[in-house]
């Protein structure tokens, strides 16, 4: 299993790419099914399922984060967990036995309460929702199955990645590891609009089948910062010890914001133009261990009813973050055994036997200015002369170790999830 990311990114602007490749020994087969006419979307309606989904992604989101913490506790961390969530689902369909419950409990489901046909239904709705087309906010989940021309597929499997995860199959050489990656390369260069070429640089031997997932996300501040009211040079606080040099982003409005007692932290709210937020989380000096150990779906739901709008006097780095993980390691740990080992059943995906999942990588890459993306533009914003009136409204600084995530607010999905502990680390 290959889950690899390569970005190239503005201002806010995400681009990832998750690639799922499967590996086996097989000899000749049946050309697999061509690339097909994807199911549209109808307009979303907030429901109970949308909720639940959310739920159930988040909590699958902050047990991936503790893996992530504890294997490098001391660096920046950044993931994007909805991509590997619809990534893994989409898997599952071709997954049976024990293979394919492990994956699907691991996301978070109990199979005893929901039935599998439940589960890819939910994700098909979540899918279209976050697919939706808003206004002032590009956000779009899409999702391309490269199949090996010597693997036989079962048309049921694609007939359901193409339904319910709008999925683009197409036929491909894999015989022909050049031509191979060139087709992929091509096709993600298309998708992404240029952004991201050259994703493949060297296809493994043996690949029968690589699924590319890709989340397009631009957004603009509703309150952008004023770039002369950056500071360039401000005093960031790595560990004790250390610290380092950052552009301090700076300004007094009104926020959504709230102080957990009981979580020992400070919750920012800094929202998007439309359908879109980012959560900036600061807890008190030597406290972050225990805020990642207990982060879950209701603490969201309690920070969601909680938050309050006032005005704050609010410090923000401006940074990149990228990060890259082996997530074969991490998922394993947690509990998808099967899919990597010789054992692994894909009988629902290929007559072929002896397919298994050989290796996963996730990268994703995100920065953070004044404005949102670069290339939006903005209109004149007037900034009144600070008074000494802003001196009693409630100081926010980010100028140590911090949480953030950005949601989609309709379905409340984390899209991507980090911790801030060098800004400068890109």
């Given at each position: 299993?290959?889950?690899?990311?390569?970005?190239?990114?503005?201002?806010?602007?995400?681009?990832?790419?998750?690639?799922?490749?499967?590996?086996?020994?097989?000899?000749?087969?049946?050309?697999?099914?061509?690339?097909?006419?994807?199911?549209?979307?109808?307009?979303?309606?907030?429901?109970?399922?949308?909720?639940?989904?959310?739920?159930?992604?988040?909590?699958?989101?902050?047990?991936?984060?503790?893996?992530?913490?504890?294997?490098?506790?001391?660096?920046?961390?950044?993931?994007?967990?909805?991509?590997?969530?619809?990534?893994?689902?989409?898997?599952?369909?071709?997954?049976?036995?024990?293979?394919?419950?492990?994956?699907?409990?691991?996301?978070?489901?109990?199979?005893?309460?929901?039935s599998i046909e439940e589960i890819q239904?939910?994700?098909?709705?979540?899918?279209?929702?976050?697919?939706?087309?808003?206004?002032?906010?590009?956000?779009?989940?899409?999702?391309?199955?490269?199949?090996?021309?010597?693997?036989?597929?079962?048309?049921?499997?694609?007939?359901?990645?193409?339904?319910?995860?709008?999925?683009?199959?197409?036929?491909?050489?894999?015989?022909?590891?050049?031509?191979?990656?060139?087709?992929?390369?091509?096709?993600?260069?298309?998708?992404?609009?240029?952004?991201?070429?050259?994703?493949?640089?060297?296809?493994?031997?043996?690949?029968?089948?690589?699924?590319?997932n890709y989340i397009h996300f631009k957004?603009?501040?509703?309150?952008?910062?004023?770039?002369?009211?950056?500071?360039?040079?401000?005093?960031?606080?790595?560990?004790?010890?250390?610290?380092?040099?950052?552009?301090?982003?700076?300004?007094?409005?009104?926020?959504?914001?709230?102080?957990?007692?009981?979580?020992?932290?400070?919750?920012?709210?800094?929202?998007?133009?439309?359908?879109?937020?980012?959560?900036?989380?600061?807890?008190?000096?030597?406290?972050?261990?225990?805020?990642?150990?207990?982060?879950?779906?209701?603490?969201?739901?309690?920070?969601?009813?909680?938050?309050?709008?006032?005005?704050?006097?609010v410090f923000v780095p401006k940074f990149?973050?990228?990060?890259?993980?082996?997530?074969?390691?991490?998922?394993?740990?947690?509990?998808?055994?099967?899919?990597?080992?010789?054992?692994?059943?894909?009988?629902?995906?290929?007559?072929?036997?002896?397919?298994?999942?050989?290796?996963?990588?996730?990268?994703?890459?995100?920065?953070?200015?004044?404005?949102?993306?670069?290339?939006?533009?903005?209109?004149?914003?007037?900034?009144?002369?600070?008074?000494?009136?802003?001196?009693?409204?409630?100081?926010?600084?980010?100028?140590?170790?911090?949480?953030?995530?950005?949601?989609?607010?309709?379905?409340?999905?984390?899209?991507?999830?980090?911790?801030?502990?060098?800004?400068?680390?890109?």
């Amino acid at each position: 299993m290959c889950y690899y990311l390569h970005s190239r990114m503005s201002l806010f602007y995400c681009l990832i790419c998750i690639l799922l490749g499967l590996h086996a020994k097989i000899s000749g087969g049946l050309p697999s099914r061509s690339e097909g006419k994807v199911t549209t979307c109808h307009l979303p309606q907030q429901n109970d399922t949308l909720y639940k989904m959310s739920s159930i992604n988040a909590d699958f989101a902050f047990n991936l984060y503790r893996k992530f913490a504890m294997e490098t506790p001391d660096q920046n961390i950044f993931f994007s967990p909805v991509s590997i969530s619809v990534a893994l689902a989409m898997l599952s369909i071709g997954a049976r036995s024990s293979t394919q419950t492990q994956i699907l409990e691991v996301l978070g489901f109990n199979l005893t309460d929901t039935s599998i046909e439940e589960i890819q239904q939910d994700f098909q709705e979540l899918i279209c929702s976050l697919n939706f087309p808003k206004k002032e906010l590009e956000l779009q989940m899409g999702n391309t199955l490269f199949i090996g021309k010597q693997l036989k597929p079962l048309s049921k499997f694609l007939d359901a990645v193409k339904t319910l995860y709008e999925t683009e199959v197409i036929s491909t050489d894999f015989m022909n590891v050049s031509a191979a990656q060139e087709v992929i390369n091509s096709q993600v260069e298309k998708q992404t609009k240029g952004k991201i070429v050259n994703l493949i640089q060297e296809l493994k031997m043996n690949t029968i089948m690589v699924m590319v997932n890709y989340i397009h996300f631009k957004a603009q501040w509703t309150n952008p910062f004023h770039p002369s009211k950056t500071e360039d040079s401000s005093s960031f606080l790595v560990d004790k010890m250390f610290t380092v040099k950052v552009p301090m982003m700076h300004q007094v409005e009104q926020f959504h914001y709230l102080v957990d007692t009981e979580l020992n932290c400070t919750v920012l709210q800094m929202d998007y133009n439309k359908n879109a937020l980012a959560l900036f989380v600061l807890p008190k000096k030597g406290d972050m261990e225990g805020l990642e150990s207990t982060m879950s779906s209701k603490t969201l739901k309690k920070w969601n009813n909680l938050l309050q709008k006032g005005w704050v006097n609010v410090f923000v780095p401006k940074f990149s973050i990228s990060a890259t993980y082996d997530l074969r390691i991490m998922l394993v740990k947690m509990g998808i055994e099967d899919a990597f080992a010789d054992n692994a059943d894909f009988s629902g995906l290929t007559e072929d036997s002896g397919v298994n999942l050989s290796y996963a990588a996730h990268k994703v890459v995100l920065s953070i200015g004044e404005k949102g993306t670069d290339d939006v533009t903005v209109s004149e914003v007037k900034f009144p002369d600070q008074s000494e009136s802003t001196l009693l409204h409630p100081i926010i600084r980010f100028d140590r170790t911090f949480l953030f995530m950005i949601l989609e607010k309709n379905t409340r999905s984390v899209l991507f999830l980090g911790k801030v502990v060098d800004p400068t680390e890109v």
